[in-house]
C-alpha cells in the first residue's frame, strides 16, 4: 500500500521504454504477490499515455491471469484496436519474466451529451459516523498497514447492519478515499480509483456465508475486473461503493457495485468475479 | 437472423484456417451490419476450439470496435493468454478487410465447488401468457423476420408493466429461447447464448426516457458486452432476460442483466453498456 497521496502518484508515473511500452515499478510492500489494483492502475495509466487526452477513460474489463511479483518491475505492452472519430481503444498486456500477468481493454470517448438517468444512491450514516476498521483491530489512527487508503464501513448483510434481501443475498457498503490530497489531473483520479476499486468487493460474496473479507476461512483472488467510469470525480474525497453479489457458484462469486460520491452522484460502477475456495485444511463452513 | 436451429448450428462451425486461426462465415442477411451477438458467438467458439474441453466457459469480456460488413467472412485470431492448472484464457482478435471489428477477452475453468448462493428469480407470468411481439407488430406466427428466436415481453418499466423502483430507473424483463431444438453439446449452448444475448438489452436504459427498444427515436450501438456463465442451461428451453439499468449518461448508457430459467435457477449475467445517440434530426425528445 502506498504510504501516502505523493506516493501513490508516483506509483503511477511509469517509465516509457518505447512507444506503447512502459515499465511499471514496484514500492516497497509487505505483501506477497503484487495487489491487483496496482496491476489495473498503472495498466491504465499506460493506456491513457497512447490515448489522445481529448478522450477521456469510459470502461475497462480486465483479467488478472498470474500472481504479479513485487521483488520485479512491470512491462506494459499497448494495442491500438481501434483509433475512431468518437472512441479510442486499447489492449494492455502486463507481464513479468515473459509471462502474462493482467490483460487489460481499455475504451475512450470523446465526451457528447446524451440521455440522463442513474440509480438513486442508499441511504447511509456520513463516514464520520461509521465504524473505521482500525478501531476494531485495535491499530492506532496512523497505523501505516492502511498508508493512502482511508476506509468506514458503513454496512453489511453479514452483522445485521443490512437487511436481508433475496434480490440481493450478499451486500456490503463501505465509504472509501484516497487521504491527503491528489493533483487536480481527472485522469490521476480514474487511475487511482482503478488501484482502490480491487479493495473490499469479495466481502460482498462471502457476506451470505458469514465470512467476513479477509478472514482465513477464504481464499479469494481476483478473476476479472471490469469499471464503468459515469461522471469525473476526486478519489480524495469520500465515496461510498455499494456492493451486492447476485451468485456465488463453481468455487466463484459474482460481485456488481455502484460508487456514489456522498452528494449522492452515481460516479462509477464496478464489478468483478474472484476465486473463493475453501482452505485446503478440513474445517467447519462458518454459515448458510 | 439464422432461420432455425440448424441454420444457428452452422453458423457457429467455423473453417480453421491454422493452429488459433478461424474463419466465420456470414449467412444471408437482411442487416446493413453484422449482428454483434454474432460476432460474439463466433469468437466464443473460435476460443472454445482452442481449449482443453475440460475446461469450461465461465466469463467473457468484450468490445465491439467497428461495425461488421456482412459480405464477407470474418477472421477470428486466438492468443493463448494463460495456460493454467485451473483456468485456460483467450483473447480473440476478429478481423474483416484486415481491420478489427471486435475484441474477446474468454476464461475457462475446470470445473470446481465452492460456497453457493443467487439472486431469487423474479415472479412474472408464464411466456405463454405474455405479450408476443409479432402480434403487436400484427406479423403472422412464422414471420421469417424472427427466424430462430422466440421472444415474450413479461414487462417494462416503461408501459407500467413494472412499477417504476428508484434503485433502477429502468427495467425491463423478456423471455427468450432458440426455437426448435438445439444439439446437446453444452458448448454449443454457451455460443448461442452469446448470441442470443446481444438482444434486447438496451430497452431497459431507454425505457425511463420513454422510448421503446428498436424505436428510430434513438440510435443504439452496443459497446461492450459482459457475460458471466453461472451454471449450464440450454437456450432452447424459455429463460427469462432479466435487465435493469443503473446509469445513462455522456451519450452511453449501461444494463445489468440476470438470466433464469423457468425454475427459478440463476445461470448467467450479462452487462453491456451502449452508445444511445439521440437522431440528428431535430425533434422531441419523447420522455423524462
Given amino acids: 500500500m502506498p504510504r501516502d497521496a505523493a506516493d501513490l502518484v508516483e506509483l503511477l508515473d511509469l517509465e516509457t521504454i518505447d512507444t506503447n511500452l512502459f515499465r511499471g515499478h514496484q514500492q516497497v510492500s509487505s505483501l506477497p504477490r503484487v495487489f491487483g489494483g496496482q496491476a489495473a492502475a498503472q495498466a491504465v495509466v499506460a493506456a491513457g499515455r497512447t490515448v489522445d487526452p481529448a478522450y477521456v477513460l469510459h470502461s475497462l474489463h480486465s483479467y488478472f491471469l498470474q500472481p504479479g511479483d513485487t521483488s520485479a518491475p512491470i512491462i506494459f505492452d499497448v494495442e491500438t484496436i481501434r483509433e475512431g472519430r468518437s472512441f479510442a481503444t486499447r489492449r494492455v498486456l502486463a507481464r513479468q519474466h515473459g509471462r502474462p500477468i493482467y490483460a487489460l481493454t481499455a475504451d475512450f470517448q470523446r465526451p457528447e451529451e446524451g440521455w440522463e438517468h442513474q ?8 463516514p464520520e459516523e461509521c465504524l473505521d476498521p482500525k478501531k476494531l483491530l485495535g491499530q492506532p489512527d496512523d497505523d501505516p498497514e ?6 468506514r464501513y458503513a454496512g453489511s448483510s453479514l452483522d445485521g447492519g443490512l437487511e436481508p434481501d433475496e434480490a440481493r443475498p450478499g451486500r456490503q457498503r463501505v465509504w472509501l478515499r484516497a487521504k491527503g490530497t491528489l493533483p487536480d489531473d481527472p485522469f490521476v483520479h480514474v487511475a487511482a480509483f482503478a488501484f482502490f476499486s480491487d479493495m473490499t468487493l469479495m466481502g460482498a460474496a462471502l457476506a451470505p456465508h458469514g465470512i467476513r473479507s479477509g478472514s482465513p ?3 479469494v483472488a481476483s478473476l476479472d475486473h471490469s469499471i464503468w467510469f ?5 478519489v480524495d474525497d469520500w465515496w461510498l461503493y455499494d456492493q451486492d453479489s447476485p451468485f456465488a457458484g463453481g468455487g466463484r462469486g459474482l460481485v ?26 478440513p474445517r467447519q463452513e462458518a454459515g448458510a
Same sequence: chains 1, 2.
Fill in 256 to 281: 456488481h457495485s455502484r460508487v456514489h460520491t456522498a452528494d449522492g452522484t452515481l460516479v462509477a460502477s464496478v464489478s468483478q468475479e474472484a476465486l473463493l475456495r475453501k482452505p485446503r485444511a
Fill in 230 to 234: 459515469h461522471r469525473p470525480f476526486r
Fill in 217 to 219: 476461512e477464504a481464499m
Fill in 146 to 151: 492502511w498508508g493512502v487508503m482511508e476506509l
Fill in 119 to 126: 440509480q438513486v444512491a442508499p441511504v447511509v450514516p456520513p
